[in-house]
């Protein structure tokens, strides 16, 4: 049945929101918007239609005045402000009213996504300290704290992504581990781009040039945005683009 966009009304129902569509592999595209504007009105029809022709994806509004906690979470600064959220995180942004470029962002990012469960309490703390530490640069500590996380939730293929990038990050590097874990990943989520994209890392590390391209190659096809720009800058390198 034809979507239509859905009005957030508190931080509660934002928060129950995303992690619905985190969980159900869906894309959210949030109009930032506020009463006053008069682009905002003149583009909300563009953002309905887009509502009813995509059935996988989380159309919702935010008035910026009613939910100032949200717009400046997300730095919102001019309306009507459009972003793209997968898995919980900001993929693409566009400022103003655009309707080629909002209808662009919207079906580019429309999935479906690989769903992301969500994580028992013991596991999603040892995440977030994982976070924490990569975030501080410790990326031994972020592997071990992944490692924890993963013992608690083996099939999920982002802390499996996270560990890889953790063990591409160390001093000296640990390939093998990293390939091991992304490729576990892609094995969950065989569409997650960013599985790819740390596959393909781990085998350039190793020297496995012929087989890192198919890993990029495979980041661009199912991949957008940043994900898809460090792949293609990974090709041109290779001068297959």
Not at 1 to 6: C, D, K, L, Q, S
Not at 44 to 62: G, I, M
Not at 134 to 146: H, L, P, T, V, Y
Request: hydrophobic share 45%.
């Amino acid at each position: 049945m034809p979507n239509g966009p859905v009005e957030i009304n508190s931080v509660a129902q934002w928060n129950q929101t995303l992690r619905g569509a985190t969980a159900s592999g869906q894309t959210v595209v949030v109009d930032c918007y506020a009463t006053w504007c008069g682009p905002c009105k003149a583009i909300a029809p563009v953002f309905d239609r887009l509502a009813s022709e995509l059935s996988h994806v989380v159309f919702v509004r935010v008035d910026v005045d009613r939910l100032a906690p949200i717009a400046q979470k997300y730095a919102v600064t001019a309306m009507p402000t459009f972003f793209a959220i997968k898995a919980g995180k900001v993929v693409e942004t566009l400022k103003g009213a655009d309707p080629a470029g909002l209808t662009r962002l919207a079906k580019t990012h429309a999935g479906p996504n690989p769903p992301v469960p969500p994580l028992a309490p013991e596991a999603d703390k040892a995440k977030e300290e994982g976070n924490a530490l990569f975030k501080a640069g410790d990326f031994a500590g972020a592997r071990e704290a992944f490692g924890r996380a993963i013992a608690l939730a083996p099939n999920s293929f982002t802390l499996l992504g996270n560990r890889s990038l953790a063990a591409l990050k160390l001093p000296t590097p640990d390939y093998a581990a990293a390939l091991a874990d992304a490729e576990a990943a892609v094995a969950l989520a065989p569409t997650w781009a960013k599985g790819h994209v740390r596959r393909g890392e781990a085998l350039e590390g190793l020297g496995r040039t012929a087989d890192a391209v198919g890993a990029f190659e495979e980041a661009v096809r199912t991949g957008s945005g940043t994900v898809r720009t460090g792949a293609f800058s990974f090709l041109v390198s290779q001068h297959l683009l």
